[in-house]
């Protein structure tokens, strides 16, 4: 399994960093890695609760706790496993001056952005396709931009999703309640 995953990295992190550079992606990969990042993420959430109605209000503080969970996993196993970065590891890797001090896996900026592409998929089903694609880009340029391995991203995208099916299925009755308790809905 271990030779099966190393070469699924290896093939896509070649195809997407090396085989698919151009100057046009590396301008904007280098931008929309951003939007899964923990500013813009926190910032969304924050705006959904402060500037949306009721039901946008609780859509926001659903993604806030779904953050919180998620991230609180992703940087439990970043320390847990330690894995380099590859652009640490790899001859020959695209970089783009990017220096990060934690782990590699996994993707926190992808866990990030599944996350509240979910929560808003849960909740406002036509924007799906859109928040999903949108959510795959950005863990697409994780591995452009040479700072995950795509088995980094797949994981990132299961705990993604994943934190946010449970959070809006067992822990939605207690945000909504928390949330009429302290007048924020």
Known sequence: MKDLLKRFDDYLIKLINDRMKNDFLDKFMYR???LGGAIFSSIFSLALVILGNRAIRLIGLEAIVVLGISQ???HSLKLGLSRARPY???????TFGIELRDY???SGHTTASFSIATVLALNIPYVSLLVYAVATIIGISRIYLGVHY???V???LIL??????????YLLDVIEKAAVMIGLV
């Open 32 to 34: 929309i890695t951003d």
């Open 72 to 74: 609180l996993v992703v």
């Open 88 to 94: 640490k590891i790899i001859e020959q890797l695209h």
């Open 104 to 106: 590699s896996f996994p």
């Open 150 to 152: 795509p088995t980094d």
């Open 154 to 156: 797949v994981a990132g």
């Open 160 to 169: 993604g999703i994943g934190s946010s099916i449970l959070v809006h299925r």
